[in-house]
């Protein structure tokens, strides 16, 4: 069971769900570390043709989105559930907690600044 985030904490889960999903596969890993890229082939406006290899691509992605969306509390999916791959997922929600961090730090430094002068 992968470790669960609910907002809170975000770069200690963070670290426990890398090494996590590594556990599991090291390749679920770097598809969501290096992403997903595949040439499209399109056979019809609604189907694409993929070879065998782009379709393990592709699975290796599903694993991995499945993994990190049963980590997710609800408003966390709600976050990133528009996402397309793995690695979307994982800098989106990167983006998001650590910017909010970064917010928090300097608002901490602030008031202290505020409290020095």
Known sequence: ?????DGNDYSQWKIKMSTFIQSLDYDLWDMIAFGLELPKEYI??????????????LKLNAKAKHIIFCALSSNEFDRISSCESAKEIWDKLEDFHEEKNIEGVTSCLMALEDDTS
């Not at 069971?1 to 985030?5: H, K, R, S, W």
């Open 1 to 5: 069971m992968p470790p669960f985030f």
């Open 44 to 57: 019809s406006k609604s189907r694409i043709r993929y070879n065998e290899k782009e379709k393990v691509m």
